[in-house]
Structure formats: structure tokens, C-alpha cells
């Protein structure tokens, strides 16, 4: 059974810092694509960074790009997402998603994985990040 547990949120000031972790299990890590989402109250979901967990190669939205950074250790199927210089719009809950195989690796290459969300089969429950002014 795949499972998929965030973890690392909290309530941080505008321009701080946090840490999250996707700790992942039931699956063999090395093939599969795992994202970050992410969804504000009142707003659609949105995606947020995604790694190809075989080749490292790593691709952010807009709002994320030179801020946040995603990485992977496959050893202990974890990944993480570290957030900095937040802003009280990056509020919301985090979640992480596994997408499995070749076609998942292939939506990172071609930077549309945000707009595949059918294909991350398996989520996690989320963890709330919160960004004071």
C-alpha cells in the first residue's frame, strides 16, 4: 500500500523559513515523480515544485521558482521541500503527490506536471503552512 505522510508545516513570519517532508512508503521510490501542491482557503489546488525521483531532475511553478527547493534522499524515501522568504500568500495546506513510472519522470521534463494532476495517483493528507504578515 503506498502511503504518503507530510509533515513540517507550522505558522512562520513573512520572510522565514520551513521544512517539509514527504516521508513515502509501499513503492519502489526510484520510479516515480513526487510533487507538491499546494491549496489556500477558497482557492483551486495548485502545484508547487516536482522532483524525478531516478534522475534528480526538478521543475517549480512560478510562484515558487527561487524560493522554494525541492529534493529527494532515496535512501529513506523522503522528500523535501524547503520554503523560504514566505509570504503570507504561500499560505495553505501542502501536500505531496506520487506519480508513478516513466510517464511521470516524462511531465517533469516537460514542465506540465502541474496541469497532470490525474496522473499522481497516490496523495498525502497534507500539512499547513501558515504565514503571518
Known amino acids: 500500500e503506498v502511503q504518503l505522510v507530510e509533515s513540517g508545516g507550522g505558522l512562520v513570519q513573512a520572510g522565514g523559513s520551513l521544512r517539509l517532508t514527504c516521508a513515502a512508503s509501499?513503492?519502489?521510490?526510484?520510479?516515480?515523480?513526487i510533487a507538491w501542491f499546494r491549496q489556500a482557503p477558497g482557492k483551486e489546488r495548485e502545484g508547487v515544485a516536482c522532483?524525478?525521483?531516478?534522475?534528480?531532475?526538478?521543475d517549480y511553478t512560478d510562484s515558487a521558482k527561487g524560493r522554494f527547493s525541492i529534493s529527494r534522499v532515496s535512501a529513506t524515501n523522503t522528500v523535501y521541500l524547503e520554503l523560504s522568504s514566505l509570504k503570507p500568500e504561500d499560505t495553505g495546506n501542502y501536500y505531496c503527490?506520487?506519480?508513478?513510472?516513466?510517464?511521470?519522470?516524462?511531465?517533469?521534463?516537460?514542465?506540465?506536471?502541474?496541469?497532470?494532476?490525474?496522473?499522481?495517483?497516490?496523495w498525502g493528507r497534507g500539512t499547513q503552512v501558515t504565514v503571518s504578515a
Open positions: 503527490a506520487a506519480g508513478r513510472g516513466e510517464e511521470s519522470r516524462v511531465l517533469v521534463v516537460l514542465r506540465i506536471w502541474m496541469h497532470a494532476e490525474a496522473q499522481f495517483e497516490d
Open positions: 509501499g513503492f519502489t521510490f526510484d520510479d516515480w515523480a
Open positions: 522532483i524525478s525521483v531516478k534522475d534528480g531532475k526538478t
